[in-house]
């Protein structure tokens, strides 16, 4: 029996019992229509839910166990207000590209909102709804006093120069104003996957240059800002530290570790790492400063093994050098990119999931040999 532990507090309210929660990334041919709406294309009999359909899916799971009416439900299930825009942008060479954008508030019963912004080609506006879902359960389970937001803008951040991230972003802050989306005691953006503090100090300087000499908190319009503008100390790892954190929390349960097979503890336990961005960085350097052996990293290009544990700040280094994890000298074993997602499947006792989702799903599922997955969001 495999156990999916989620680093975020929704497995509280979710995992009434063992589960794998993800589905293969669908790709059907969307219709220029579709397409150009942001909206993801049609399923067949064959696929799973889509990622929107799978937190409504989970949600009313963990509904059973509630005495609240379905019109309730229905309320939190639904996603209050969406924002979609496109807009243009002059790249370096001259041509004008549409970029499209979009922002999610799922619930506005405690604000501000909060969500991150995510730069990646494959959003759209289920997948911010989805995460805007997550985030507001997430909060509420450990009454943290935020509604659920997300956001996200269409593009591959490796394609495109920093002046023209930064005029993306810039931007982007103005429609989210424009439109009620961004500000402190509103909505509070931070980083998310393809962003990070320097995204926010853009962010934080565009709203405080047009806004801020009427809002004397617009210092506050993000988290996730560098040090130098206000960002808090320890912010950029606590996600990955949270993994570790709910893990050993986990593996302290005598009983629990009984029935999955574990010796309880978490020193000496095996790990693979699907991610090697800030959480799964931070999350494979956490786990063997506790103890555990990281055996296994997987990327998106290409994933290294050694079954008696990878140097991870050698690791990190090398990838930032080189992009990739092959020909890294501490792996005993490389999987080049169409391979690099069966590393999963390796016998190990954690796996940690930490990129986009729909990491595992019906066609892995079952052989995913971990006997804990500790997935972080």
Known sequence: ??????????????????????????????????????????????????????????????????????????????????????????????????????????????????????????????????????????????????????????????????????????RYTVELHKHGFIGPGIDVPAPDMGTGAREMSWIVDTYRMLFGQTDVNAWACVTGKPLSMGGVAGRTEATGLGIVYCTRAYLEDEQECKRQGLTPGIKGKTVIVQGFGNVGYFAAKFFTEFGCKVIGVVEYNGAVFNPDGLNIDKLKEYHQKHGSLLGFSGAARELPQSQAVELMEEKCDILVPAATEQAIHKGNAHRIKAKLICEGQ
């Open 1 to 170: 029996m495999r156990r999916h532990l989620f680093a975020t507090p929704l497995a509280l309210a979710v995992q009434t019992g063992p589960f794998v929660l993800g589905a293969r990334p669908l790709r059907p041919i969307r219709s220029p229509v579709a397409a150009a709406r942001g909206l993801s294309g049609g399923t067949t009999p064959d696929d799973e839910p889509r990622f929107l359909e799978m937190v409504k899916l989970n949600l009313e799971k963990a509904a059973k166990h509630t005495d609240l009416s379905p019109g309730i439900l229905n309320q939190i299930m639904a996603c209050n207000s969406v924002l979609r825009v496109s807009f243009p942008i002059e790249r370096d060479n001259g041509a004008i590209e549409v970029i499209r954008a979009y922002r999610a508030q799922h619930s506005h019963h405690r604000t501000p909102c909060k969500g991150g912004i995510r730069y990646a080609e494959a959003v759209d506006l289920q997948e911010v709804e989805a995460l805007a879902s997550l985030m507001t359960f997430k909060c509420a389970v450990v009454n943290v006093p935020f509604g659920g937001a997300k956001g996200g803008i269409a593009i591959d951040p490796r394609k495109y120069s920093t002046r023209e991230l930064e005029k993306i972003t810039r």
